[in-house]
């Protein structure tokens, strides 16, 4: 019968520890990659069932919709939007801007930041703009037809 002695114990200990640390360097790109919030800059995008153009569409959208990387493959992202749907993308039809979606069925867009300032337009859920700027809970936006107001962050995803 073998003894195990305290220097076996760190041993295994150690061994354990490095091959955690190894998983988690192996496994981080991917959980990094996951969390990537881009937007479309195309005016509109297909969004099909799979990896390629050979898949089948399942809806299209309109430049500046938000969307958050699950995966990548080859020029493809797999992503989920702000309603939990998900689809793949071709990468070039997505750039790094901030942008936003309304979450409500009805949102101001005001004038200026502040609940008594003048509508200058109504939008309807699901309707993708272009941050322009942030002020105490107030964003600055833009649709893609260059309409430009304020909305309120609780409005949007």
């Known amino acids: ?10 041993r295994n ?12 360097v192996v496994l981080l790109p991917n959980i990094a990659a996951s969390s990537e919030r881009l937007a ?13 153009t050979n898949y089948e569409v ?5 430049k500046y919709h938000p969307v958050i990387i699950l995966e990548t493959k080859e020029k493809w992202c797999r992503f989920r939007d702000f309603e ?14 901030d942008t ?11 004038s200026e930041p ?18 322009l700027e942030k002020n105490d809970g107030w964003l600055h936006v833009q649709h893609s037809d260059g309409d430009k107001g304020w909305v309120h962050q609780s409005l949007v995803w």
């Open 1 to 10: 019968m073998r003894v195990l002695k305290l220097s076996d114990i760190y």
């Open 84 to 97: 939990g749907d998900e689809g793949w993308i071709h990468r070039p039809m997505l750039g790094e801007i």
């Open 13 to 24: 200990r150690l061994k354990s520890l490095l091959c955690s640390l190894i998983a988690i």
């Open 100 to 110: 936003v979606i309304t979450v409500k069925d009805k949102c101001n867009v005001r």
């Open 58 to 62: 399942l809806w299209e959208v309109e």
């Open 114 to 131: 502040g609940e008594g300032k003048p509508i200058l337009f109504t939008t309807e859920k699901g309707i993708p703009l272009k941050v």
């Open 40 to 52: 479309v800059i195309a005016a509109k995008a297909n969004i099909r069932s799979g990896p390629g």
